[in-house]
């Protein structure tokens, strides 16, 4: 017979971790307890840029921006500096053509640069909406160096 924990580790995903706690009751057997932990690494969905219209009209708005390892588009959301207790959060995308190269490559530039962002979300004013649009060099760049890159967009995107 399997452990109880073995259908939680076999249905884990990949960002998951299990924690397993071994307790031992004075009077009891003990007792191996598991649970798993959720590494996230994806934005909340109220902190992205979901649907076509929102692209659009931040391409057609924005101000563009453009840095060494990505172009960026900010546009400000927020209807004015009274309203910042009201303001929405600020709001990401990114955008990446197949001339970039194949999904998987794709793939790895657009975790790299979502884990940029949430490593700087603390330098942004709330009611902003940015678009990445990451060139190949940001597969190959330094982690440092994004990071420094996406915080010099950030402080561009300051409350009038």
């Known amino acids: 017979m399997s452990p109880p924990f073995a259908r939680l580790i076999k249905d884990a995903n990949p960002h998951t971790t299990i924690v397993c706690t071994m307790i031992m009751p004075a009077h009891s057997s003990a007792v191996l307890v598991c649970a798993p932990i959720v590494n996230s690494l994806s934005l909340p969905k109220n902190r992205r ?21 990505f172009t960026a588009f900010c546009l400000r959301e927020s209807p004015g500096p009274d309203s910042a207790a009201n303001a929405m959060p600020s709001r990401f995308g990114f955008t990446l053509p197949r001339a970039i190269g194949k999904a998987c490559l794709r793939n790895r530039i657009k975790r790299r640069m979502r ?23 940001a597969a190959e760049a330094p982690f440092e160096d994004l990071c420094r890159e996406v915080g010099r ?8």
């Open 49 to 69: 840029v979901l649907r076509s219209p929102e692209f659009r009209t931040i391409y057609q708005k924005g101000t563009r921006v453009t840095s060494r390892y």
């Open 115 to 137: 884990s940029a962002v949430q490593n700087q979300l603390d330098q942004i004013a709330p009611g902003w909406a940015l678009i990445f649009n990451p060139r190949q060099s």
């Open 153 to 160: 967009i950030f402080s561009r995107c300051k409350p009038y």
